[in-house]
């Protein structure tokens, strides 16, 4: 067993604002060793996002107390009985899902759909059902199975992906969620062509990582729409032809005229009802509207089921961006190093761990699109 330090969150839903309330609590907690195919990852930087936003604020309840956190990337520091595919050392990026390998949608390729990957997850246990976490005794959470936001984590090797050495691990963080959510969006689920022209719906770290994707996947008309023009500058940085404010009337009226009666593919990143609606609105006939943003669980939209019929439309749930992180990691990191993914104009700022309920109040205010907590 080891010490390490990390973010708690006791109880669920807080309120704003998080410098206030502090629903983060920096805590000394007890690591038990790794078990059966288990790592213990030195945390090197993990990224404060919606989907850790979305615990806090009661919109994805989770079993509390957890350790949030689960975009991160590290170094392994020691290694559980039967891993044999890793060194101390070695330096890694996490996936927020563990890939088994073995269930039905794994045996088909879609390890982003693993089956006791997804139940250890609303548990908040590791793939092996254990919690190595403990604080005074009281077990605590896994989230995601990562748990970043602390000094050390003890991850399951499902989780972890390799890399080399010579990536910055700072920025690699970025490819464990927002990166790999966003491009892998528009890559894999809607599997956009050379020419075609992509919508995307709220301008986060996963939206903009989408804009990312559309421009490496050779894109002609990439237009960004979101409810803050502060996010649009950034955008056009990662390759948006056009931006358009989400609460503009004419909204619809415009991205169909610049792009010829709507968009190839419409992908919505900002998990609100209204803004599948609106994607939905300006996808053309026969283009498809994909999302990926996660909504509260008790959101509900509404469609013509006609227009499926006679426009013959394909909507899309994309999780994880229809990744095998193993294989799409490494390959988005590629893409990276070959200047076609500039992920590093994602970052907005970095911080220590004690700076993490501010990072959420800024998060929450759309001032950020990744803030960093560097260990």
Same mark, same amino acid.
């Given at each position: 067993m080891m010490k390490s330090r990390s973010a708690l969150l006791r109880n669920a839903p807080v309120q704003r604002p998080y410098k206030d309330t502090k629903p983060l609590t920096i805590e000394e907690v007890d690591l038990d060793p790794p078990g059966r195919d288990e790592v213990l990852i030195k945390i090197a930087a993990a990224g404060v996002c919606h989907s850790d936003l979305s615990g806090i604020n009661g919109d994805r309840?989770?079993?509390?107390?957890?350790?949030?956190?689960?975009? !991160?990337?590290?170094?392994?520091?020691?290694?559980?009985?039967?891993?044999?595919?890793?060194?101390?050392?070695?330096?890694?990026v996490m996936s927020f899902l563990p890939v088994c390998g073995h269930c039905a949608p794994c045996s088909e390729g879609r390890g982003q759909l693993c089956e006791p990957g997804h139940a250890a997850g609303m548990k908040g246990t590791l793939l092996s059902g254990e919690r190595r976490i403990r604080c005074e005794g009281v077990e605590i959470n896994h989230h $995601?199975?990562?748990? !970043?936001?602390?000094?050390?984590?003890?991850? $399951?090797?499902?989780?972890?992906? #390799?890399?080399? #050495? @010579?990536? @910055?691990?700072?920025?690699?963080?970025?490819?464990?969620? !927002?990166?790999?959510?966003?491009v892998g969006t528009v890559i894999n689920t809607c599997r956009v062509k050379m020419g075609e022209s992509v919508a995307v719906i709220g301008l986060g770290g996963v939206g903009l990582s989408a804009v990312l994707g559309a421009a490496a996947a050779g894109a002609s008309r990439i237009v960004a729409i979101d409810l803050n023009p502060g996010k649009f500058e950034t955008a056009k940085a990662v390759g948006a032809t056009d931006t358009l404010l989400a609460n503009d009337p004419d909204i619809v009226a415009k991205v169909k005229a610049i792009t010829g009666g709507g968009v190839d593919h419409a992908v919505e990143m900002a998990g609100a009802p209204a803004a599948f609606d609106l994607a939905f609105q300006i996808t053309r006939r026969g283009g498809t509207t994909a999302t990926a943003g996660l909504a509260n669980a008790n959101s509900r939209f509404q469609l013509p089921p006609v227009a499926l019929v006679g426009e013959e439309r394909t909507i899309k749930g994309s999780y994880m961006g229809s990744c095998v992180p193993s294989r799409d990691i490494p390959r988005f990191i590629e893409l990276w190093r070959q200047g076609r993914l500039p992920v590093e104009k994602l970052m907005s700022s970095k911080g220590p761990l004690e700076g993490i309920n501010e990072a959420f109040d800024r998060l929450e205010r759309g001032e950020v699109v990744r803030h960093l907590i560097v260990m």
């Open positions: 309840p989770r079993p509390t107390p957890v350790a949030l956190g689960h975009e !991160a990337s590290g170094t392994v520091a020691a290694l559980g009985p039967g891993v044999d595919d890793l060194e101390i050392g070695d330096h890694v $995601s199975g990562v748990s !970043a936001f602390g000094q050390y984590s003890v991850i $399951s090797r499902r989780s972890v992906v #390799k890399i080399t #050495k @010579d990536v @910055d691990l700072v920025e690699a963080a970025l490819f464990g969620c !927002a990166v790999m959510t966003g």
